[in-house]
């Protein structure tokens, strides 16, 4: 098989350009796994549909979409040298969680302090993860950012991937990479099928200003007709996360800012107090979504266009970001062994790792939600008495947070702390430069 880099355009088809990697899809996850790329060195052509502004001023209102990033996603971050332009826009550490049930006595609270930990992962909006992604994308030579150009056709032969973009004509690579979101077009072309369940349950996001502070908590009450979030962000400031049954979307999107408010004390059992001021809110129905197949010869399904989960343990991103992780260094492996990085069986590496974790991650939202979600005598009892047993259990409350800060086993070398003290100094990584290019 070619090896991507020997690869000669020319020699393939006079009128196709040449990649080692074509991303299709430039947000969070996309985003990361094209940076990640590019500062190995690869040439990386990277498709987005809509144009991100890395323009961002602090007197900008919170914006309705957040994340709860874990410490690993912080790494990855971090380790692609973003997270300077997280912290220099906008973010905020929370040092705790605090879960309860409205039908049983019994709560459980997460602290870093009881991890030995400075927090257990912060709150983001996520234009500013996307902003500070694309500032330093702009500015890495070896990514090609092609704006607006839709996906055609897709095409395998001669162990490679075709694409026919509508306005620049055909591409050619050993890789695509589906990063496009749950409605993946290239899942579609490439007739990769779905395992989907409706909840039947909606979320409805927006920052709120409440009368009490959050105390740096990140606050989730379960109740019947789905749990309820605040996530701790600036001065008195959370994100909402309410979760509805489907049928309550509309009702709840035209609530006025006075009833929105008044709903989510209620929801929140008034815990922060009064609610004072209402953002911008949206909603979306929730459903989960595992493409069959994450891989195919010369294709790749990354994140959402993979998999989507409940957001009610906030971790769709996280395991994006683990994703495009490992499925750098199963490129970078094949490419430091002689391989082509579109071999089935090299991309095979990439799914090995990561369908189970996320299956498993998927379906145990299931169970909690589930559990919860039973309105019977049994299990107000069960949560009586498991729940203050759980929160007096600190070795597994221990070993829960830790899962959920750093993800499971075998955590790919981007997710890693200071990956630069295992590879070298960061000057041996290909340096972001002047290039910045917006076609092909
Ligand atoms: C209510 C809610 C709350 C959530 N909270 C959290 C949380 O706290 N923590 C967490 O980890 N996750 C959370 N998630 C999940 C998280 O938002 C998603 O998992 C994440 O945004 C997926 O990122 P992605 O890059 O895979 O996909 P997307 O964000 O969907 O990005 C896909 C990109 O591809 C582009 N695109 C689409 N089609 C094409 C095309 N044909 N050509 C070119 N470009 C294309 C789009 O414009 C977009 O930029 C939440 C989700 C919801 C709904």
Redesign the pocket.
Known sequence: MMHAQDTNNKAINDSAASFDVVV?????????LALGLGQQGFKVLL????A?TTDWHASLPLQP??????RA?ENILRNLGAWGGIEARRCHAFGAMHVWDEASVGQVHFSAADVGEANLGH?VE?DVV?AALWEQLKGCEYVHIAL????ESLEFKDDQAWLTLDGLGKVVTPLIVG????????RALAHIGLDTHDYQQC???GCVKTELSHQDTCWQRYQAAGPFAY?AMGNNMS?I?WYLPTHKMAWALSLSDEELARNIEIASDHRLGKVLEVGQR???A?VRRHALHYVKPNLAL????????H?Q?????????L?AAVLLDVIVEAKAHGKSWGNFAVLRQYERARRGDNALVQRSMEGFDWLFNQQSALKTRLLNGFLPLANRLLPVKKWLMMQALNGRDGVPRLAKPFIFNNLGDASTRVKATSCNKFDI
Do not use: C, W
């Open positions: 299709v899809g430039g947000g969070m996850v996309g985003s990361v498709l987005e549909k809509q991100v979409r957040v994340s709860a990033l874990t996603s709150v996520n996307q607006n150009q839709a996906l990063a496009d979101g749950a409605f993946s077009k290239v979320a409805v996001v996530l994100s996360a949206i909603a979306f929730l990354v994140g959402d266009a993979a998999h989507t989960i957001p343990a906030g971790q769709g991103v996280n395991l994006g970001l994703d």
